[in-house]
């Protein structure tokens, strides 16, 4: 457990409750941050079992989206409380659980997310699947809501093979992180990051030694294979020479960003890894910050903005995207009830707490509606699954875009002829 110190930075105040979406849910205090902390110390002082019911459904049910962070008084690193308590959670179920459970996790966590060649093999049998229509059969064999949440994937990925995309009188060289889901779901958006970096005056690299930032691991309690993943990105940013990593993908962004801490207790690494984390950008905050050329292509439609909860609460990004938004000619922002409750995303948050995730999803579809946007704007790959598929189930026509993929249509004629 974490030390003493840190859960007793909470003064409970509860200025935190309106901005927990499980408390707003439930209403109740163990699903509240000052909740789970009193929870967390009470195992830290031996007062309550590690494997008891109750504390192993509240670190679940946390979605870690670090609302609560955002608004505390009294600086509490929450992530720092939750992550390790579900860690040491982790680490006691694996000495209980049966092979089938194990194999089934080293599959999803270590093949999938570590070797990115899996994760496409997946990517077009899913592919072929909705094609074909097979994904009717998903209910059959327990896998509705994973088929539900699915975008549809396109026909090509975007696969980091050391592509170098050069920019004339070039400004810097940034490193274009590819992702694990990103890269096959939504490779659109790292074409328009592509050309947005380089419209402001950078030249990108794709080196292919990169891989999954470890967010997924580290949520899941699996700290040392976040650890494995970390010390890759930092090894492959370091062999690329280029000036700046940028991520386009919010909860990858906050991890990536929090490598040094990842990697606090290991003496060859932390170095390395605080060097690495001072040079991570969010591609919103590397385009928010240099004069980009004036966009020619007006887009004409009302768009409201859902807040990436690993953009807003744990990088504090929340003004660059409505700035950006704001460039595009023609753009009407409607800003959204709770634009920073999560929508029940959170990773996999969707898959192990089914019911939960529905309830939020529920609660930003409806605040959505309720702007009468044509298009809702994000900066995720998780909370743009989540949305769409909640948008889809409401029976609505609004679309989700990537900011960053707006502002490149206000350069490009042909994104409002294809929307």
């Known amino acids: 457990m974490p030390p003493a110190v840190v859960y007793d930075t909470c003064i409970r105040c509860g200025l935190c409750l309106q901005n927990c979406p499980t408390y707003l849910e439930t209403s109740t205090e163990t699903s509240s941050p000052r909740g789970r902390i009193s929870l967390i110390r009470a195992v830290g002082e031996g007062n309550l079992d590690l494997l008891s019911p109750g504390f192993v459904e509240q670190m679940s049910e946390c979605l870690d989206c670090r609302g609560c962070e955002a608004v505390c008084p009294s600086g509490v690193r929450y992530g720092m409380l939750i992550e390790p308590a579900r860690a040491q959670v982790r680490r006691a179920q694996a000495e209980r659980e049966g092979v089938g459970k194990r194999v089934v996790r080293a599959f999803l966590l270590r093949a999938l997310f570590t070797h990115l060649g899996i994760m496409r093999a997946a990517a077009f049998a899913l592919r072929l699947a909705q094609i074909t229509g097979l994904q009717s059969l998903a209910a059959f064999v327990g896998l509705r809501d994973l088929v539900a949440l699915a975008p549809r994937i396109p026909s090509k990925a975007f696969v980091p093979r050391g592509q170098r995309y050069e920019t004339a009188q070039a400004q810097g060289v940034a490193f274009l992180h590819a992702g ?228 490149d249509a206000a350069y490009d004629d042909e994104f409002t002829k294809r929307s």
């Open 180 to 407: 694990c889901v990103m890269h096959v779901a939504f490779p659109e958006v790292h074409e328009a990051t592509v050309r947005m970096l380089q419209r402001a005056g950078l030249s990108v690299v794709v080196p292919a030694d990169q891989g999954c930032c470890g967010a997924i691991a580290v949520h899941a309690g699996e700290s040392d294979l976040g650890r494995e993943m970390a010390r890759r990105n930092i090894a492959a940013f370091e062999r690329s020479g280029a000036d700046v990593y940028v991520v386009n993908a919010a909860g990858c962004g906050s991890t990536l960003k929090e490598y040094a801490e990842l990697l606090a207790g290991d003496t060859t690494w932390h170095a390395r890894a605080e060097r690495f984390a001072a040079r991570v950008r969010d591609a919103i905050e590397v385009l928010d910050a240099v004069e980009l050329p004036k966009p020619g292509v007006a887009l004409d439609c009302t768009v409201t903005y859902q807040e990436a909860c690993h953009l807003a609460n744990a990088q504090r990004i929340t003004a660059p995207p409505r700035r950006l938004l704001a460039k595009i000619p023609g753009l009407r922002l409607a800003e959204m009830r709770e634009s920073t409750i999560c929508c029940g995303s959170a990773g996999i948050y969707n898959l192990t707490q089914p019911a939960m995730a529905r309830r939020l999803q529920r609660r930003k579809v409806e605040a959505i509606l309720e702007t009468g946007a044509a298009m809702a704007a994000t900066a995720n790959p998780g909370c743009a699954m989540q949305v769409a598929a909640g948008l889809h189930a409401a029976g609505s026509a609004v679309q989700v875009r990537h900011v960053v993929e707006l502002l």
